[in-house]
């Protein structure tokens, strides 16, 4: 497997109240990342992540090591401090896109529709 990269792509940002907010990120050509930030002020906050993997390659090398690094990776990218939140990670894996053109169009459609959303 190619090496692991974090750099995450915006796709939109979403207030949901004074103290929510979500977002969806694009991680590379091999997911997809759906997170729900809740902000409270004197206990911990949550932080509730939904990561769909679409690369059939990345798939098929899953380990729960390769998880821990990924969750370890995403609370790094995304500047969640585990003291003030707490993090729970929902793992799903599609083999809906097969190919890099139905990828690569996905992807396109979903950043044209998220771009007006963005701020």
């Not at 991680?27 to 509730?48: D, E, M, N, P």
């Not at 769909?52 to 090591?65: D, E």
């Not at 585990?82 to 890099?100: A, E, G, I, K």
Request: positive net charge; glycine residues 4%; proline residues 4%.
């Amino acid at each position: 497997m190619p090496p692991l990269s974090f750099e995450l792509k915006l796709l939109e940002h979403q207030p949901l109240s004074e103290h929510k907010y979500s977002v969806l990120y694009r991680i590379g050509s091999v997911a997809l990342l759906s997170a729900q930030v809740s902000r409270v002020r004197r206990r911990k906050g949550w932080c509730v992540c939904n990561i769909i993997l679409t690369s059939p390659r990345v798939i098929a090398g899953w380990s729960m090591q390769i998880q821990m690094g990924w969750e370890r990776g995403i609370t790094a990218a995304l500047r969640i401090d585990p003291n003030r939140y707490s993090l729970v990670f929902h793992w799903h894996r599609t083999t809906l896109l097969v190919n890099d053109t139905a990828r690569e169009a996905l992807e396109a459609i979903m950043s044209e529709q998220c771009a007006s959303t963005l701020q």
